[in-house]
Structures are given as structure tokens and as C-alpha cells.
């Protein structure tokens, strides 16, 4: 987000923060990956930085399946294929 949004647009964290509503520790923790994308922000972020919604929850969506298949990795190696 900091490359793609906050650098090119000339904002600090805390001033998207306060233009999306949200408490500025809210957006630090997303930005440094410790906390996840919501609907409401997605909402907000879409609004405000000229994108779709649907573009932070996939954001949010690819996330969660990388952290979850890595920490899976085990338990996936062990499940079969019963489709060809």
C-alpha cells in the first residue's frame, strides 16, 4: 500500500487515515500486514484512493490463503486428489 498509494499520493499513513475515518494505528497495522482488510475499510479505502472494493478484498483474500497454506503445508500433503 505505502509503494502504490501512500508515496505517489504524497500522504502520510495518519492523513489516509483521517481522510478514510479510521484511527491511524488501524491503517499502520494493515499496512505492516498485522491486521487484515474488512469490508468497511475496503469500502473506504476504494473511495478514497480511486479504486473498487473488490480490489482490497481480493488483496485481503490472497493474503489469507498464503498465511494458510503455509501454515498448513502439513496437513495439505497429506490429502489426496479424488478428482482427475
Not at 475496503?42 to 480511486?50: F, K, P, Y
Request: glycine fraction near 6%; aromatic fraction near 6%; proline fraction near 2%.
Amino acid at each position: 500500500m505505502k509503494e502504490e498509494f501512500l508515496i505517489p499520493f504524497g500522504v502520510s499513513a495518519r492523513q489516509l487515515a483521517l481522510a478514510i475515518d479510521i484511527p491511524a494505528n488501524r491503517l499502520t497495522e494493515i499496512i505492516r500486514g498485522n491486521r487484515g482488510v474488512a469490508a468497511d475499510t475496503a469500502l473506504r479505502l476504494s473511495r478514497t484512493l480511486g479504486t473498487t472494493a473488490e480490489f482490497w478484498m481480493n488483496l485481503q483474500m490472497g493474503y489469507d490463503l498464503s498465511v494458510t497454506a503455509k501454515a498448513e503445508v502439513r496437513v495439505l500433503k497429506k490429502i489426496k486428489t479424488i478428482a482427475a
